[in-house]
């Protein structure tokens, strides 16, 4: 079993940045590779970045590269969603999420772990 913590969510304007953070504990081991995903009401969970153990890479949905950059801190088993220029699109419930696989794999449906998810709002 893997538990995950999110925090860092909150309400900010058009433009500007958030850092969301989610710090892994139990059996960490079984876990090899951690990412985000989103949703918005009435729509699916979506990508949003991973970060692999292998090699640690990293992977992007392409509407939020250049703007979200994704990073883990071993020493805290922590890892961290760096969210600038954000968009009202952007706005959805965010949900860190442990998985398996070494690939890095984008489908919801590779996940075994799941955090609470914390919310972000931007503003136009």
């Known amino acids: 079993q893997v538990q995950l913590v999110e925090s860092g969510g909150g309400l900010v304007q058009a433009g500007g940045s958030l850092r969301l953070s989610c710090a892994a504990s139990?059996?960490?081991?079984?876990?090899?590779?951690m990412g985000w995903f989103r949703q918005a009401p009435g729509r699916e969970r979506e990508f949003v970045a991973v970060?692999?153990?292998?090699?640690?890479?990293?992977h992007y949905a392409d509407s939020v590269k250049g703007r979200f950059t994704i990073s883990r801190d071993n020493a805290k088993n922590t890892i961290y969603l760096q969210m600038n220029s954000l968009k009202p699109e952007d706005t959805a419930l965010y949900y860190c999420?442990?998985?398996?696989?070494?690939?890095?794999?984008?489908?919801?449906?590779?996940?075994?772990?799941w955090g609470q998810g914390t919310q972000v709002t931007v503003s136009s």
């Open positions: 999420a442990g998985s398996r696989l070494y690939s890095g794999s984008p489908h919801v449906s590779d996940y075994t772990y």
């Open positions: 139990g059996r960490t081991f079984s876990t090899a590779a």
């Open positions: 970060f692999s153990w292998s090699g640690g890479s990293t």
